[in-house]
């Protein structure tokens, strides 16, 4: 079963759909688009589930694994900017049809930018996106007041059981333009600002979340580096560095550069809005 979260996304939605002939079972969980979103799942043969955050937790994907009526016994979550490619499905299948003790799987998200897929500069990352029926929740991290952002997007799946990992990444490409990427990560900023302040005042992220372990999984140490990137003051150059020169994103011309600004920025824009958030806290 394929679980897809979406809000206006009938841009990027018909890739998505197009690619998932294999799925025995589509939903589309919605968010009220005032786009042609919902007739586009509809048109692919999905299941599409409006979906109204209350606030808090749960938010749309953990709303979804507890109220669908999910029949199969694994379940891959997906972005509508992401496509499975025939390989991918070929480990799919062996995975849940094979013995496997595992009850999640970490899969790559293929990073492409401006056009081209990216295969220097660090930016595409693992995350855990197939996963056993009932033995898989999303972390419940910070409520930020006055958010629109009603799904899950750096929130980690916890799974109860061992992890495996599938080789082939996913295609991760948002075909909505430069301008839509950055309005989305400037909110995605202001978010994860709550999240350091958070971390940086109480020492937690949140009241479940995945433990950082540097010899951990793709997740594990993830979370264990940032805890360790947010008290580095030169923390935005490091990232551009990192991503410039140390994954070689030069290899990767004008795509690459600019990708790294933007990450460095969106770092910057970050640490920015946590300065802001503890000067209100030092005012009451």
Known sequence: MVLIAVRNEARNLPRCLAALEPAKQIFVIDSQSTDATASIANEYGATVVQFEHAGGYPKKRQWALENIPIESDWIM?????????????????????????????????????????????????????????????????????????????????IVDGTIGQLSTPLIH?????????????????????????????????????VKPKLFGNAQERRRWLKRIAVRIPAEPILWFLYHYVVKLGFLEGRPGLIASQIRAQYISNVRAKVYELRQRTSKG
């Open 173 to 209: 490409e948002d075909f909505k333009g430069l301008e839509s990427y950055i309005d989305k990560h400037n909110r995605y900023s202001t978010w994860e600002a709550h999240l350091r302040h958070r971390l940086l005042t109480t020492g937690k992220y949140g009241s479940e979340s």
């Open 77 to 157: 979550l997906l972005d509508a900017d992401e496509v499975v490619p025939p390989q991918l499905w070929d480990e799919i299948q062996t995975a849940v049809e094979s013995r496997t003790k595992h009850a999640g799987y970490l899969i790559r998200k293929g990073f492409h930018f401006l056009g081209r897929r990216i295969k220097h500069g660090g930016f595409s990352h693992q995350a855990v996106l197939l996963v056993r029926n009932g033995r898989a929740r999303f972390e419940q991290l910070i409520d930020v007041p006055g958010d629109t952002l009603d799904m899950e997007v750096h929130e980690r799946v």
